[in-house]
């Protein structure tokens, strides 16, 4: 069984820098896609950024919005994502979520850029003010 905890939300000034953390525990496959994701309240949910363990994935793949200010990556030894955010804006204020799939599940599929992800962390607030 996968649990899943997330860390590392919290308030800061526009300008300012959060990270995230998401340890996977129990998490036994070899191979994975994960991805950061976030939510508004009355908004669709929105892929921020997302990774995979195959070649052709390893390369992160960041929203348009945050590239150049967002950076993620996984320490594979401890099945931990990470995303380091810098220079917050007050439009980056949301719940953030982190997910993993397994080599072959549907995430896989779509190279990892997707939202159908089997496993979610329990969402993290990130408040920018401006």
């Known amino acids: 069984q996968v649990e899943v905890v997330e860390s590392g939300g919290g308030s800061v000034q526009a300008g300012g820098s959060l990270r995230l953390s998401c340890r996977f525990s129990?998490?036994?496959?070899?191979?994975?896609?994960m991805a950061w994701f976030r939510q508004v309240p009355g908004k669709e949910r929105e892929r921020v950024a997302s990774?995979?363990?195959?070649?052709?994935?390893?390369?992160?793949d960041y929203t348009d919005s945050v590239k150049g200010r967002f950076t993620v990556s996984v320490d594979d030894n401890s099945n931990t994502l990470w995303m380091q955010m810098n220079n917050l804006k007050p439009e980056d204020t949301a719940v953030y979520f982190c997910?993993?799939?397994?080599?072959?599940?549907?995430?896989?599929?779509?190279?990892?850029?997707?939202?159908?992800?089997?496993?979610w962390g329990q969402g993290t607030q990130v408040t920018v003010s401006s």
């Open positions: 997910a993993a799939d397994p080599p072959y599940g549907p995430a896989w599929r779509w190279g990892c850029r997707t939202d159908d992800y089997n496993y």
């Open positions: 990774i995979g363990s195959a070649f052709s994935t390893s390369t992160p």
């Open positions: 129990g998490y036994r496959y070899n191979g994975y896609c």
